[in-house]
């Protein structure tokens, strides 16, 4: 990790031991649940299965769904269908995002992302039951 980035991460984590941070989403590997360009509400938290969380891997920080934990590693994946799934180190999960700013006239305000947020959540329940997977 160059300085920079271990720059950010360190100003980010001293964030984060205040209080919640809010970040912009970019791409499109949580859709449908998240688009590029809203808002989502990070904080430290002891990541479970389901839970959406802001990965880094390399230099990049990236939103994915943490599928399964299998000792120090966690399966990880994007919502949008035929997004690959992948394995991270538990120190590469930086936080957790908590809640999604929705601005429609039904749900406007803040509201919790959790595994009922998952609209595809065929896979993630495969997965959270220790099953092995051939076709996600």
Do not use: Y
């Amino acid at each position: 990790m160059n300085s920079s980035a271990a720059t950010r991460r360190r100003r980010l984590l001293d964030s984060l031991e205040r209080g919640r941070v809010e970040i912009r989403t970019r791409g499109l590997a949580m859709r449908p649940l998240l688009e590029p360009g809203d808002r989502v509400r990070l904080e430290l938290r002891e990541p479970e299965a389901g839970d959406v969380a802001l990965v880094e891997i390399g230099e990049r920080w990236v939103l994915h769904r943490l599928v399964r934990a299998q000792g120090d590693t966690w399966w990880v994946r994007g919502d949008r269908s035929g997004a690959g799934i992948g394995r991270v180190h538990r120190d590469q999960v930086v936080a957790i995002a908590t809640e999604r700013l929705c601005l429609d006239r039904e749900t406007d305000g803040w509201r919790a992302l959790d595994e009922r947020s998952a609209r595809s959540g065929r896979w993630f329940s495969f997965w959270r039951d220790g099953d092995k997977a051939h076709d996600v």
